[in-house]
């Protein structure tokens, strides 16, 4: 538009070109007010004046249509000046006339929608009402007063990795960019945890310590202690009560383990079947299947009336809830005080031979209503975790717990909610006699594999490496998509080999591989205290917070083109998983058993993995995301390729055939 105006008469002339000059200076000027508004009060957001906030946001639904309009002007009066064409040769009428126009026809809509999102954002934020203090379990305060995960996660590394290398804690406490660099200490880690049973252990015991000790737990009165100090301090006089359903549905005729799958509900010789075309396919372990089958030929390790199960997060869609009180379970619930949770969770358990038991605010018997019961059912993980551990440790005197940990959030808040589920693991493994201790591990991750899942992976990257969409994206992505899975062995210093495979997603981001590790870490140092361990990788799975996120949904759709990968259904998922964790229970040759010995406590990850895949894959589960996706919709667009083929080619030969 400048150039217009400074080379063409006839566009400086017309109305438009002063129509355009007074939108430009009307939005220019209030908007860098808001600028230096901004960084004399320091806060662009609620500190500002409200006049010259409001006439940043708001003016340019008045002035952007304006200024559009003058441009539009400028540029068809100088498309027909000859003065101007003169300068710019013919092309400069095509393109001031007919091109520029077409741009800003289908290009203006976009930018006056940008700045009504942009608008409603910052009134949102202006207006937002302030955040409720900090309670409960908390990220500390960095050095600049903020509850920032980075430096904190950073720590609970290093001093883990230090327990065993601190040459290798000081090169993580140099790393800069942590976000994206943590996979590779994460590998150092497991590489210092293979050294000897002595050092995982060591390594698991600081990484949980220096958790405890940097993670703040603030009263409701505001003040703070450690979290590992609050944990230990005395009860308060606040407790929970505690809630009761008795299922009224039908037992089973027989404890018979029904697996859903694509449709069917897979029981018997029909379920053994496909266990051994997943185990026979790569997508899970041998030592899964064999627990599978081992369920389905002993019935009485189904039988769930006799035992009592601790979910913490019941709710959760991968959690064994609804497999267990299908069986007849104990299952004591702990979720958030909301009511609709409690309406679900109950419900569903009065239609079941099962019982249920969970914490409530105030005594059930106050509750006239089964609406007044599930307002008051529930309690909340990061604010009660000690008098949620207090309540657990009197329940049910003489009863043998296994405490299932499930429940999962986003981001800083995962770390959260994983120590204050530790925090509750870790004391009734210690303090109440027979607990055993359940965790479901994510196939993305860092784990111990077999020779076998090694040599497999081997066999796929040579096979796969050979096609020409896998070279090629390997090729132009430098390297980064296609990575191969099987990485050299970890040699200890006793000369004992381990195949580790990495499956971490770094979009995923340090505090879930953290959450994670805390979970690992627990699990092999409660085993190494005598406590039943079962603690399973389960499969990458369709659940609704995944698949929500459409490229996570069809990544997921293309996945399968590399073999063994398998995307499975929540309900297939749940029922894998619970039969896995009823063979760790019952069957005394169970890796999660602390009787059987292990060279090395990390194996108790390699055994009974149900991981879809990721261990036997051709390539890192990280490095497919992209592949898949193109995968996906050069499926989609399949059919319509061939029709435009198609259509094409009945054109051409039409055409052909008249000038023929």
């Excluded at 070279?471 to 899975?485: A, D, E, I, W, Y």
């Excluded at 390729?641 to 000038?659: C, D, E, H, M, S």
Aim: proline share 6%.
């Amino acid at each position: 538009a400048l150039v217009a105006i400074v080379f063409s008469p006839r566009a400086r002339a017309q109305w438009g070109a002063g129509l355009m000059i007074i939108s430009w200076a009307s939005t220019e000027v209030p908007r860098y007010a808001f600028y230096v508004a901004a960084l004399l009060t320091g806060d662009a957001t609620k500190k500002t004046p409200f006049p010259l906030f409001w006439l940043r946001y708001s003016l340019f639904a008045l002035l952007y249509p304006t200024g559009i309009v003058g441009e539009m002007t400028v540029f068809l009066a100088a498309a027909s000046d000859p003065a101007f064409i003169s300068v710019f040769t013919p092309f400069a009428s095509f393109f001031y006339g007919k091109l520029l126009p077409v741009v800003y026809f289908f290009g203006s809509p976009f930018m006056v929608f940008n700045m009504a999102m942009n608008r409603k954002s910052a009134f949102k934020k202006r207006f937002a009402k302030p955040p409720p203090p900090p309670r409960g379990l908390e990220w500390p305060l960095d050095p600049k007063g903020q509850r920032s995960s980075t430096h904190v996660n950073k720590a609970i590394v290093a001093a883990a990795v230090g327990a065993a290398s601190p040459e290798k804690a000081d090169r993580i406490n140099a790393t800069k960019n942590w976000r994206f660099g943590y996979v590779r200490h994460l590998n150092a880690l497991v590489d210092e945890q293979c050294q000897s049973p002595d050092a995982a252990l060591a390594i698991a015991a600081a990484g949980l310590a220096k958790a405890y000790e940097l993670f703040e737990f603030i009263a409701p009165d505001g003040s703070a202690a450690s979290f590992d100090a609050a944990m230990a301090a005395p009860p308060g006089p606040d407790r929970l009560f505690t809630g009761f359903v008795q299922g009224t549905g039908p037992k089973r005729g027989a404890n018979e383990l029904r697996v859903p799958y694509k449709g069917e509900t897979l029981a018997g010789d029909r379920l053994k079947a496909q266990v051994r075309r997943w185990v026979e396919y790569g997508t899970i372990e041998p030592s899964a299947g064999e627990a599978i089958v081992k369920c389905v030929d002993n019935p009485g390790y189904l039988d769930m009336s006799h035992r009592y199960f601790v979910l913490l997060g019941a709710g959760s869609a991968m959690g064994p809830f609804l497999v267990l009180m299908a069986l007849g379970a104990n299952v004591v619930a702990v979720d958030l005080d909301r009511p609709n949770i409690w309406k679900r969770l109950i419900g569903i358990a009065k239609e079941s031979s099962g019982s249920l038991t969970f914490p409530m605010g105030v005594a059930p018997e106050t509750c006239a209503r089964e609406e007044e019961m599930y307002a008051h059912a529930g309690c909340n993980l990061f604010t009660q975790t000690p008098r949620i551990r207090d309540w657990l440790m009197q329940l049910y005197p003489g009863e043998k717990f296994t405490v299932g940990s499930y429940a999962y959030l986003d981001g800083a808040l995962h770390v959260q909610v994983s120590l204050a589920m530790d925090a509750i693991c870790r004391d009734l493994s210690e303090k109440r006699a027979g607990t055993s201790l359940a965790y479901l591990c994510t196939p993305t991750d860092l784990h111990l594999i077999s020779k076998e899942a090694h040599e497999d992976a081997k066999v796929n990257f040579k096979s796969y490496s050979k096609r020409a969409f896998c070279t090629v994206l390997n090729l132009l992505s430098r390297g980064k998509m296609l990575r191969k899975n099987a990485k050299e062995p970890v040699t200890n210093k006793s000369g004992e080999s381990f195949y580790v495979v990495n499956g971490i997603s770094v979009a995923q981001g340090p505090n879930y591989a953290l959450a994670k590790r805390m979970q690992h870490w627990r699990a092999i140092v409660a085993r190494s205290k005598g406590c039943i361990v079962s603690s399973n990788i389960a499969p990458s799975t369709s659940t609704v917070s995944v698949v929500s996120n459409r490229t996570f949904a069809w990544a997921y759709d293309g996945m399968p083109y590399f073999k063994p990968f398998e995307i499975f259904a929540p309900e297939t998922s749940n029922a894998v998983m619970s039969a896995i964790l009823f063979y760790d229970l019952c069957d005394g040759a169970s890796y999660g058993n602390p009787k059987n010995a292990l060279s090395n406590p990390n194996l108790l990850f390699s055994h009974g993995s149900f991981h879809g895949g990721v261990w036997r894959c051709a390539y890192e589960v990280d490095s497919i995301g992209e592949a898949s996706v193109l995968l996906y919709f050069s499926r989609v667009a399949k059919p319509y390729v061939i029709g435009v083929g198609a259509l094409g080619a009945a054109v051409a030969a039409i055409y052909f055939g008249v000038t023929n």
